[in-house]
Every structure is written in C-alpha cells, then in structure tokens.
C-alpha cells in the first residue's frame, strides 16, 4: 500500500513506525512531506522513508493520503495538496476537524477521519473514526488495515462520537499519567523512594487495566473485590470520594468534549 503523509510529526511518526513493522507497507511505499528540515531528516535515517519539502510532490500515486498537520494549518496545507486523485483516500487525524469541512477544503468525497491517541507508538493504541458516505468497502478496509496496526479500533457511524473519543481515549492517557503522577507523589509523601514508587505505581496501574479488559467483568466489581469492610482501600477510596474524584473526572472529559466542538 503506498502511503502519503502531510505531516511528519510525532503521530504520524507512530504511525509510520508501526506501519512499517507490521509490514502494511514497506520503506519505500511511504512518502512524507514536513516543513521542518530536521524532521525530514530524522525521518529518511530512521526509518529509510522518501521525504519531502513540498506537499504537491508527496502525495501522487498514493493510495492512501495521510493528513497530520496541526488543524489550525489545514486552510494553509489544503491548496498546497492540490487535488487529490480519483480513488485516493485522504485520512485525516486532525483533532476537531469534522468531515464536512475537510470536503470543503479538499473537495473530494472519500475521506476517513480518525482519533487515534498517544499509545500507538508502542501498537496499543485506540483510535475510533468515521468515513464519509462515498467510502465504500475497499477504501473502509485500507484505512482499517491501517488503523489495527496502531492497536484496537472502532468504526462508528456517527461523526459525533469521534468528538466524543477525542475527550475520553484521544486526551485519556493524559489523564492517566497524572493519576500515576499522583500515586508516585503520594507514596513519596509517606517516605517511600521515589524509583520504588514509580515502579508500583506503573506496574500497579498496567496490571489492573490489563486485568479489567481480561477479566470481563464491570470495574465496580472487581473494586468491591478489593475492597475490605473497614479496610486501607475503604479508607483510601472515602478520600477520593470525599474529594469528588468522579465529578472531577466527568468534568474533565465534558470540557474536553467542548473544546474539540470549538476547534
């Protein structure tokens, strides 16, 4: 599969990475354009990809057209694209960048917009995203093949949940490292060394996700489970709620969600 991508920053970086790795396509499928000199470079030694100054040169002869730029450069990284081909799919990661206005600026009705997240540069990443109506199968397997290859993903029908995941798993490890940051600081607030505090606190937060998604089963069970009548983790738990830790939450993702719908 020969791939374009506008863009060659971290996330498309990730992408490229496990692109390659996976074998969806090889160093010399992969074109990417980027304004910044050193990211070019960067990217042709590590990993042997063409890369490009100008847009126009990128992206011919690509079947998939991957568009990684900021979002508030799609109005100046648009016209530099050009027209795209007839069967190209353009891809676009571009947080809050709704579908209708992509078509605006591209003027081509096959296009995928995905939320992926950070975790994909190590392949478990979760991204979910949507297509406009004129992607038919062939092009809808593409951009899956391409998205799996980053971790898990979720094809949803309605562009409105793709704003929905930029708040919860797009902005989500956000949130997750400053929990375990906050673990760290609270065991090294009682005397613990702070190395031994991050090795609990990684490895205590990656075995019980791992274990919720094995286990099946409902987080407020598996908490119950732990949880002793009058023990430490009742103790614990009455202080975050006491805290309000699940208002705070909810808030936090409420305004993640209206910043996206302003972007």
């Known amino acids: 599969m020969k791939l374009a991508f506008v863009g060659g920053g971290t996330m498309a970086e990730a992408m490229v990475e496990r692109l390659i790795a996976g074998g969806v396509a090889t160093p010399e499928q992969v074109?990417?354009?980027d304004i910044s000199r050193a990211r070019r470079e960067l990217l042709k030694e590590r990993y042997r990809v063409a890369t490009h100054e100008?847009?126009?040169e990128c992206v011919c002869g690509a079947d998939v057209v991957v568009l990684a730029v900021k979002p508030q450069d799609l109005e100046k990284v648009a016209p530099?694209?050009?027209k795209l081909e007839d069967g190209q799919l353009l891809l676009s990661i571009l947080a809050g960048t709704k579908l209708e206005r992509l078509v605006s600026h591209f003027r081509h009705p096959l296009i995928v917009r995905a939320?992926?997240?950070t975790p994909a540069q190590i392949g478990l990443g979760m991204?979910?995203?949507t297509a406009t109506p004129d992607v038919v199968d062939a092009h809808v397997d593409r951009a899956r093949t391409i998205l799996s290859a980053l971790g898990d993903e979720l094809f949803v029908p309605d562009e409105k949940y793709v704003d929905m995941a930029t708040a919860l798993s797009g902005s989500g490890p956000a949130y997750v490292f400053l929990f375990v940051e906050a673990l760290i600081d609270g065991a090294v607030g009682i005397?613990?060394?702070r190395s031994m505090a991050e090795r609990l606190a990684v490895q205590t937060v990656r075995g019980s996700t791992e274990y919720l998604a094995k286990s099946g089963r409902h987080p407020a069970e598996l908490r119950n489970m732990v949880t002793s009548p009058g023990g430490t983790t009742a103790a614990a738990l009455h202080e975050l709620e006491k805290g309000s830790l699940r208002?705070?939450?909810a808030e936090a993702i409420a305004a993640a969600y209206a910043r996206t719908k302003t972007l």
Do not use: F, I, K, R
């Open 191 to 193: 005397g613990m060394p």
């Open 31 to 33: 074109n990417v354009v």
């Open 54 to 56: 100008a847009a126009s």
């Open 127 to 129: 991204t979910v995203w």
């Open 80 to 82: 530099q694209v050009g």
């Open 115 to 117: 939320m992926p997240n």
């Open 247 to 249: 208002t705070l939450v």
